[in-house]
């Protein structure tokens, strides 16, 4: 299948997706809960690091740094888990809810948590081999960067919907990957494609209210800058939302080889 029927897959699989958001709308509270939840903790953590450092290069900010890369990674490992599993419900013919997400998610806490730690330190491995002086480090980091994100990608699923070993999860996800690596590649490209729309829409229509509201005064200023965050922030959620759903989807195609009802259209490839 070439790229123009890859991206066509991708299209696909984020029409899909919309349709499942459509009909379960409250799937949003997931990336929403999570984002919210990421903020509070780099501000709270950051804040706390920083001040106890001094600022200061340290052992103590390095550790800092590093639980805080770990907590990043688990809370949005979490949320994403949760929003897998109420997806995953949806296609069934059930009825998701966000506490049933989240007790599910609730339910693998230390095998996310596990994931978190490991992707901490893949994460400042890589980090040192690219701020390597040379030319060579940084490829490296950049092509062992992109190996780790394949390897990874189904992870999170393979640890909410599967019984697996901490050096299992890995081998897992990528024998998926394997299995379905156009899918996965569309439904990043299409869920992409379809978040950019949004966010260009949004802009538009701050740009109509900059046109309209008088931004000249403190009041008409602040009008318009409260639309253009809500609206941006409102694309990027719904993509993350769509993302999740669109990688559930592949998922689900790849370890009961049937594609969800939403996803009847998408021509999945036959292994």
Known sequence: ?????RLRTGLRLARGSLSVLRDHPHLLWFPLIG??????????????????????????????????????????????????????????????TVRGGLAAAWRHKWPLLAWAVVAAVVGVLIRAIEESSDVGGKVVALLFGVAWSVLTYFVVPVVVFEDTSLTGMFGRSGQIVR???????????????????????????????????????????AA?????VVLVFGAVLVGETLSGIAKTAVYVYATEDEAPGYFSSVPFGRR
């Open 1 to 5: 299948m070439g790229l123009f029927s």
């Open 35 to 96: 984002g919210l939840a990421g903020v509070a903790f780099f501000a709270t953590l950051a804040g706390s690091v920083l001040i106890a450092s001094g600022g200061r290069e340290s052992p103590l900010l390095y550790a800092g740094l590093f639980v805080l890369y770990v907590g990043e990674t688990f809370i949005a490992s979490f949320f994403t888990a949760g929003l897998m599993y109420a997806t995953r419900e949806a296609f069934h013919g059930e009825t998701p």
């Open 179 to 221: 299995d379905v690596w156009g899918e996965s590649l569309g439904a990043e490209a299409g869920v992409g494609i379809v978040t950019f729309l949004l966010a260009l829409v949004g802009l538009g229509l701050s740009a109509i209210v900059f046109l309209v509201v008088p931004t000249g005064t403190t009041v008409g200023f």
């Open 224 to 228: 318009f800058l409260a639309v253009a």
